[in-house]
C-alpha cells in the first residue's frame, strides 16, 4: 500500500486544479462560441451588422500613410467609412453575387485540391501509407512531424495552409486518432507559420517591399530590409514551436478532445487490418509515381528561363512554381491515388473516375453553403472601409501612448492581434502600419526589421481564432465531414477552443523568443541588427 504525504497531495490538487481552470476556460469558449448561431446564419447577422455600422459611422475620416508592397513610395490616404446602403454597392453585390462567391479564395483552393485529396483516401491511399511508414510511431513523433510540416506550409501561403490541414484530417484518421486534432493542430500551426518558419515565403516578400517603401521615404538605408530580414528568429521560432505544440496537443489539445468515438464513420473499413500483398504493390507502384512526378517538376525548373522561375530566373522566395503549389499538390495527389486506385483494384474501369472524384467534392457542400454569407460578409465588411479606418486609428494611438523599450514591442504585438478581430490579411494591415510604427520606432534607435518582428507575432498567434477570417468556414466543414461522434456538431466554438491553446502559446513563447534576442542582442537576420547601428 502507497501513502502519500499531505504535501503531496496538496501538490497533486492544485495541478488539478490549474488543469481544471485551463480546461474551463476552452471548454467555455467552446460552449459561447457554440451558442452562435449556425455558421451560415451567423454570417448571415453579420452582414446586417456590417450594414449598420456602416450606416452608423458614414462619413468617419482617418488620414495614414500607405506603403507599397512593391517598395515604392508611400503615400498619404485619406480613408472614409462608407455607407453600404448605396445604388452602387447594392447593384454591384445583386449582380456580381455569383463571382463573389465562386472567388471566394478558400473555396476556390480547397475546392480543388480536395478532389484529388479525397480520392487519395477513398481509394486506400493514405491508410496504406499509414500503416508503411509512421503506423507504428509514438503519438508525439506523429505531431511533431505534422507540426514541423504545418508551419513551413505557410511558405506556400494559405494554399500550403489548408491544403496541409486537409491531409492532417486524413492522416489523422487514418492512424486511428481523433481527426479534429489533425485538423486543429495543422491549421494552428500553419497560420503560425507567420511569424516562425525555415524557408523565405510570399509573406517575407510583401512585408519586406512594404518596409522598403517607407525606408526609401525616410532616408533609411533599405538594405537591412531585405526578405531575409527576419529569417533567423523565424528559424529559430519554428524549431521551438514544434517542440511546443507537440506539447500542447500531448498535454491539453488531445485529452480536452478526446479519442475517436467512431471511426466507422470517416475512416475505411479494412483500415485497422495489415497490408496484404497487392497494397504493398500499390504503394510501390505509387511511389515511383511520385518520384517520376517529382523529377519532372525538377527538370521542368532547370532551365534559368523556366516557365516555373520569375523573371530573374530565382524561385526563392517568390515564383511561379510557388504560386502553382496548389496545382501541383492537385496533380500529385490524383496520379498517387489513380496509380494506387489502378492497382489494387480500387479503380477497375476508368469510368469510374469521374464518379470517385464527384464523391470526393462531396466534403466540401457544407463549407459551400457556410461560404456564401461568408463571402459576402467579408466583401461587404471591406467595401465598408470599416476595416482600414480600424487600423489607421488604432495605429495613430498607438504612437500616441509613449511607451518605449521592450514593453512598446509587447504592445505592438498586442495590438496586432486585436486588429485580427477586423482585418485577416497580413500585408494590408502592414501597409497601414508601417508607415507609422517603422519611423516612430526607428526615432528611438530600433530597426524595422525588429518592428516587423514584433507585429508578426501578434499577427501570426491568433490569425487561427480570428472569428472573420475567411478560412473559418472551411475549417467548421472539415471537422462536420471527419466528425466521429454523431452526438457532438462542430462549430466555430470548436475551432477557437481547439485553436486557443495554440494561440496562447505562440504568442508567449514567441515573446519570450524575442526577450531572449533583447537581452543578447542577436541579429535577426543576415546583416541585420535589432538596435540602430548595432
Known amino acids: 500500500m502507497i501513502v502519500k504525504k499531505k504535501g503531496d497531495l496538496s501538490v497533486e490538487k492544485t495541478k488539478k486544479e490549474k488543469k481544471g481552470i485551463f480546461y474551463k476556460f476552452i471548454h467555455g469558449v467552446e460552449v459561447v462560441g457554440n451558442k452562435l448561431p449556425h455558421p451560415f446564419y451567423l454570417f448571415s447577422i453579420l452582414i446586417v451588422v456590417a450594414v449598420l455600422l456602416s450606416v452608423i459611422f458614414a462619413g468617419a475620416t482617418a488620414t495614414y500613410e500607405k506603403a507599397s508592397s512593391s517598395g515604392g513610395t508611400p503615400e498619404m490616404v485619406e480613408v472614409t467609412i462608407k455607407n453600404l446602403l448605396n445604388k452602387d454597392t447594392i447593384t454591384y453585390v445583386t449582380k456580381n453575387m455569383y463571382s463573389i462567391y465562386y472567388n471566394f479564395s478558400p473555396m476556390m483552393m480547397m475546392g480543388l485540391l480536395m478532389l484529388s485529396i479525397g480520392l487519395a483516401e477513398n481509394v486506400g491511399l493514405f491508410s496504406s501509407l499509414i ?15 505534422v507540426s514541423f510540416i504545418a508551419i513551413n506550409a ?8 489548408l491544403g496541409c490541414t486537409a491531409v492532417a484530417a486524413s492522416v489523422f484518421a487514418a492512424m486511428g486518432y481523433n481527426p479534429w486534432l489533425g485538423i486543429l493542430l495543422a491549421y494552428a500551426a500553419g497560420n503560425a507559420g507567420m511569424s516562425a518558419n525555415v524557408f523565405v515565403g510570399n509573406l517575407d516578400v510583401l512585408l519586406s517591399g512594404i518596409n522598403e517603401s517607407v525606408c526609401t521615404a525616410l532616408g533609411i538605408d533599405p538594405s537591412t530590409v531585405h526578405v531575409l530580414q527576419n529569417w533567423y528568429f523565424m528559424a529559430c521560432c519554428a524549431i521551438v514551436l514544434t517542440a511546443v505544440f507537440t506539447w500542447v496537443t500531448v498535454k491539453f489539445v488531445r485529452p480536452y478532445l478526446g479519442e475517436a468515438k467512431d471511426l466507422s464513420l470517416v475512416q475505411d473499413e479494412n483500415a485497422t487490418r495489415e497490408l496484404t500483398a497487392i497494397e504493398r504493390k500499390g504503394l510501390r507502384n505509387a511511389g515511383i509515381a511520385a518520384l517520376v512526378y517529382l523529377a519532372v517538376i525538377v527538370i521542368m525548373c532547370i532551365p534559368k528561363n523556366s516557365f516555373f522561375r520569375a523573371d530573374d530566373g530565382s524561385i526563392l522566395p ?6 502553382s503549389v496548389l496545382t501541383l499538390l492537385f496533380f500529385f495527389f490524383l496520379v498517387t491515388a489513380v496509380v494506387y486506385g489502378r492497382t489494387v483494384g480500387k479503380i477497375e474501369k476508368w469510368n469510374q473516375l469521374p464518379g470517385m472524384l464527384a464523391k470526393s467534392i462531396n466534403s466540401m457542400v457544407n463549407f459551400m453553403v457556410i461560404a456564401l454569407p461568408a463571402s459576402i460578409f ?9 476595416p482600414t479606418y480600424l487600423g489607421a486609428a488604432g495605429g495613430a494611438w498607438l504612437k500616441s501612448t509613449g511607451f518605449t523599450g521592450f514593453g512598446l514591442f509587447v504592445l505592438v504585438a498586442l495590438f496586432s492581434t486585436f486588429l485580427n478581430l477586423f482585418m485577416t490579411s497580413g500585408s494590408s494591415k502592414w501597409m497601414i502600419l508601417a508607415p507609422i510604427l517603422i519611423p516612430m520606432l526607428y526615432s528611438i534607435g530600433f530597426t524595422p526589421a525588429l518592428t516587423t518582428v514584433a507585429y508578426r507575432i501578434g499577427d501570426s498567434a491568433t490569425n487561427a481564432v480570428a472569428p472573420i477570417s475567411s478560412d473559418i468556414a472551411l475549417i467548421v466543414g472539415l471537422l462536420a465531414k471527419y466528425n466521429t461522434d454523431k452526438d457532438k456538431t462542430p462549430g466555430m466554438g470548436t475551432v477557437f477552443a481547439g485553436c486557443m491553446p495554440y494561440a496562447i502559446a505562440t504568442f508567449i513563447v514567441e515573446l519570450l523568443i524575442l526577450g531572449a534576442w533583447w537581452l543578447l ?5 543576415p546583416g541585420v541588427n535589432m538596435l540602430v547601428g548595432g
Do not use: D, E, M, R
Open 318 to 323: 517568390s515564383s511561379p512554381l510557388l504560386q
Open 521 to 525: 542582442k542577436l541579429p535577426l537576420g
Open 131 to 145: 500503416k508503411k511508414t509512421i503506423g507504428g510511431a509514438k503519438p508525439a513523433i506523429v505531431f511533431a512531424v
Open 378 to 386: 467579408i466583401y461587404l465588411f471591406n467595401a465598408s472601409n470599416i
Open 154 to 161: 505557410n511558405t506556400a501561403s494559405n494554399a500550403g495552409i
